[in-house]
């Protein structure tokens, strides 16, 4: 069973970009079971552990005791921005290009670390009422980035199509927006892409996959096009002074 504080616990942890580990450890806590046990309502929080919650990420400590529905508060800047790595690599170029253009404020979430699960095995309960996968952490992803100024999504190719991750998370919008439709115009206004692959020659219906997704504006994908730069699969995009200067034109205000 789920709690009202376990479900705010996982959402502040999730719009700091921390695993369950690194939370936990914050907290004094010698295990990530601690805190997953108290995101899923196992366990309660104790009194000692919200207090230093409270005073590390200066909570708003109403924002704590409102309805489920009222996120914690106070953890982020509102004026930061969230970066969304759908990488398989922990610091391929992905990563590379998010914290080349991250401020000290920004958060970045790799989406191969934090608890997914794929469509599948279902009945289509997403179209009905509630994804059966909605415990896992892609809903309250998507809820957290509606609460950054910019969400930026980064996408890497892999055979030719968006990664597997991408997939992942694109049907999964499904169930949030379904719930949430309010919020489309929202999420889309804030939303960027940053497409990591080798050209459009090569491969015309890469980009246009992704332009799906922001209803066809191209100004809100930044392409970096590694073969037109001479870059092999593994060669670091950030190491191009050319590439650079094209990632750093991509304002992300
Ligand atoms: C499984 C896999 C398949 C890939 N397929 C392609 C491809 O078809 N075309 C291409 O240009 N690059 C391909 N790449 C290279 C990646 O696009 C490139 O390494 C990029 O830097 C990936 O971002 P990352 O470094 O953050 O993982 C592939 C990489 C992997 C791991």
């Known amino acids: 069973m789920e709690s009202k504080i376990g479900n705010k616990v996982k959402k502040l942890r999730l719009s700091l970009g921390m695993s369950q580990e690194e939370f936990g450890k914050k907290l004094g806590y010698t295990s990530r079971s601690s805190i ?36 914690i508060s106070n953890a982020h800047d509102k004026n930061s921005n969230i970066y969304i790595s759908f990488s398989g690599r922990a610091e391929g170029n992905c990563f ?3 914290h080349h253009l991250m ?51 980064l996408v890497p190719m892999y055979c030719s ?30 939303l960027k892409i940053i497409a990591i692959f080798g050209s459009e020659e090569e491969t015309p219906l890469f980009i246009p996959t992704l332009l ?10 930044l392409k970096i096009e590694r073969h037109k730069f001479n870059l092999k699969m593994d060669d670091k995009v950030t190491e191009n002074k050319e590439l650079l200067n094209k990632i750093d034109s991509f304002i992300i205000n």
Request: aromatic share 14%.
């Open 161 to 190: 199509n968006p990664s597997s991750l991408y997939f992942i998370f694109s049907e999964r919008m499904q169930d949030f927006f379904n719930n949430n439709s309010n919020k489309w115009n929202t999420f889309l206004k804030k």
């Open 212 to 221: 799906q997704l922001v209803n066809g504006d191209n100004s809100k994908i």
């Open 36 to 71: 997953n046990k108290i995101e899923k309502g196992i366990n309660d929080i104790s009194y000692d552990k919200l207090i230093l919650l409270i005073k590390e990420y200066n909570i708003d400590l109403k924002s704590i005791v409102d309805d489920e529905n009222t996120n």
């Open 103 to 153: 401020n000290k404020k920004d958060t970045f979430i790799p989406f191969k670390d934090i608890s997914y699960n794929p469509c599948s095995n279902c009945n289509y309960e997403c179209f009905k009422e509630a994804c059966k996968y909605r415990d896992d952490e892609i809903y309250s992803l998507i809820e957290t980035s509606l609460t950054y100024k910019n969400i930026i999504l």
């Open 96 to 98: 590379d290009i998010a």
